[in-house]
């Protein structure tokens, strides 16, 4: 069982933490605030979910992460996505491509004409082609984190929250007593993974170096994934709060 440090308590860092608690992993997530800290991106109850990304490789991530999200509300027996539909349309959007992506990777779509869509929706003024994508919705960004730090809780996740990370540091492998998480409480864990998550809105903390072990990709905390992994220290600053 290997140990990881999650840093970051947004969607990313909790759906790494409840992932990681789920396959039997020691998990400790170290947050700055708390869990959907409303300085960070992913809290709120009405975000949009849509899968018309004009890169395909967005657009499939979307649909794998469908199933994801649903067997997540089953798990949590919360509902976190409420499937009211999306239109796109307007030249900047370019229904055609989008809808010939979802198309492609087998999303349910409907690319309608500019007299098929004032049909439909009467009250909104469309010029051109529009895409119809039944399958979007709205999400619910800050109940979809509780969710799964309370799955990770009950996995075994220590969640820390009022833990600011300031830095992470390498420590050479493999010695069995390498590496070790220090915060200024003298609480410690020992030989984690970190797996920053800190968002890109954020400052967070950096790595000393290590290409050896892959923690200077860790720094890496604008990554869409928010996860980037490798062995070392993380060294925190003091708590404030602790849960
Ligand atoms: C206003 C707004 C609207 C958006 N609308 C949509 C939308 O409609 N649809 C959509 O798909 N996306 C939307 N997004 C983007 C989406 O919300 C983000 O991509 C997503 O929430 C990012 O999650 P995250 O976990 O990577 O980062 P965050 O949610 O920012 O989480 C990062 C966490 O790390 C913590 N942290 C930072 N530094 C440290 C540190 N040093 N030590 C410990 N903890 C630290 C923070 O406190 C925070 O809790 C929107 C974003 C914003 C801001």
Redo the contacts with the bound molecule.
């Keep these: 069982m290997s140990h990881v440090a999650v ?9 790494t933490a409840w992932r990681l608690a789920q396959r039997g992993e020691r998990v400790t997530v ?8 409303p ?6 109850s ?5 899968y018309a990304y004009p890169d395909p490789f967005y657009a499939s991530l979307v649909a794998e992460a469908r199933d994801h999200w649903d067997e997540l509300s089953e798990t949590a027996g919360v509902p976190l996505i409420r499937n009211v539909g999306s239109l796109d349309f307007g030249a900047r959007r370019d229904p055609a491509q989008l809808a010939g992506i979802l198309t492609s990777i087998g999303v349910d779509n409907d690319l309608l004409t500019a007299e098929e869509a004032a049909t439909r929706w009467p009250g909104l003024h469309v010029d051109g082609p529009a895409l119809w994508q039944p399958g979007a919705g709205v ?1 619910d ?1 800050e109940s979809t ?1 509780t969710a799964m730090i309370e799955l990770a809780r009950a996995g075994g996740a220590t969640i820390r929250t009022g ?4 830095g992470l540091t390498t420590a050479p492998r493999p010695a069995a007593t390498a590496g070790r998480a220090t915060t200024s409480s003298a609480a410690t864990t020992p030989d984690p993974t970190a797996a920053t ?9 950096t790595a000393t170096s290590s290409a050896a072990t892959g923690l200077t990709a860790a720094t890496g ?1 604008t990554a ?3 996860l980037a992994a490798g062995s070392g220290r993380c060294r ?2 003091p708590p404030t709060v602790r849960s």
């Design positions: 840093i970051g308590a947004g969607l990313t860092g909790a759906a170290l947050e700055q605030a708390m869990p959907a800290n300085q960070g991106s992913s809290h709120g009405a975000r949009i979910f849509r999400l960004a984190v833990w600011t990370v300031t998550a800190v968002g890109p809105t954020t400052p967070g903390p905390l869409a994934t928010g925190s600053g």
